[in-house]
């Protein structure tokens, strides 16, 4: 048979075996706990032959790549850009499919995406499958006296991503404890699980801290910290589309979070002030080129002393960029003469 031929039915068969394993999708009685918890947002694996480990020069390489979003995250503008060595393999862009047909090439060397993340209809989150082929060239001309050679085959991932943590907090206006009264909650320290995401935020410490130029009023602060509990990378959210290009990133932009913190509800006039500069209600950015950071956000309006001890939620949302990446080792065998 044509080899041409053979890795078409090959990747044909991938497609439809991927859709017969997302055809089995329910709805289930999933609660938004169970929505937003587990530490991955997206992840991706090769398929177990393709690519396969060994191919022979001038063939043609197939490749296939499971996608899940197992978050609770849509990514609408994802991007995968495909490693190859140029000089051992030419990407065949006419060979593209995927089963949600939401992808395209944006060039010859990326690939963009969009996948659904966990919800109650689509309690597993979207997942797609992707097959494409290269042609593998002549080893004559590249390595003349080698009888073989390994080439790496790599796919990394960059996509925008959003965590959000909604802890319940004490918010205690009489710090001293004039009022003789049984407080209905304790301001303490709130450890965290994962909110479905690969970033989290692991901690909430609470300070009630007395206003230095407003005399009985007392301004909530909250240490909040977060951790990257992923195997990837995070990266400030608009440049998502350069971490998967050759186009120069500040290291200052690698790990950049921005923080949004709201107490009670998410408007505007309940936002905390996260910079800690000038009493605005200001973003915070989180670095966590070591994997964990803090950061200190402020509800500048405070409460007066008479409001008394009370819980509320606090709205904590992180916007980044992330991304990741899979290889494998292709040895491209010279045919015997």
Not at 100 to 124: A, M, Q
């Amino acid at each position: 048979m044509n080899p041409t031929k053979t890795t078409i039915t090959i990747l044909t068969l991938l497609l439809l075996i991927g859709c017969s394993g997302t055809s089995g999708q329910y709805t289930s009685s999933l609660t938004s706990k169970e929505i937003y918890s587990g530490k991955d947002g997206l992840t991706m694996e090769f398929f177990e032959t393709a690519p396969p480990k060994e191919i022979f020069e001038s063939g043609v390489l197939p490749v296939g790549i499971r996608l899940y979003n197992k978050g609770a995250y849509n990514i609408e503008n994802g991007y995968l850009s495909l490693g190859f060595e140029k000089d051992y393999m030419t990407l065949n862009e006419g060979s593209i499919k995927s089963i949600n047909n939401k992808v395209s090439f944006r060039d010859s060397e990326h690939i963009t995406f969009e996948l659904k993340g966990k919800d109650i209809e689509n309690p597993k989150g979207d997942e797609d499958i992707i097959t494409f082929t290269a042609n593998v060239n002549d080893l004559s001309k590249t390595d003349p006296q080698s009888k073989y050679h390994n080439s790496l085959v790599a796919v990394t991932s960059c996509y925008e991503y959003q965590t959000k943590a909604v802890p319940t907090v004490c918010i205690d206006s009489d710090v001293y404890g004039f009022k003789q009264r049984e407080k209905p909650c304790k301001v303490e320290t709130l450890n965290l699980d994962s909110q479905g995401a690969p970033v989290a935020v692991t901690k909430v410490e609470s300070e009630m801290l007395p206003s230095k130029d407003q005399p009985n009023i007392i301004k909530p602060r909250f240490i909040i910290t977060v951790k990257n509990l992923g195997n990837g990378e995070a990266i400030k959210q608009e440049r998502v589309e350069d971490a998967c290009s050759s186009r120069p990133i500040d290291y200052k932009e690698w790990n950049n979070i921005r923080a949004r913190v709201y107490l009670s509800t998410q408007e505007e006039s309940n936002k905390l002030d996260c910079d800690i500069k000038d009493g605005a209600r200001d973003d915070g950015i989180i670095n966590l080129r070591l994997k964990e950071d803090s950061i200190r956000c402020t509800y500048e309006p405070g409460f007066e002393e008479k409001k008394g001890t009370f819980s509320s939620p606090l709205y904590i949302v992180l916007d980044y960029g992330y991304t990741d990446t899979i290889s494998r080792d292709v040895k491209i065998k010279k045919i015997a003469t």
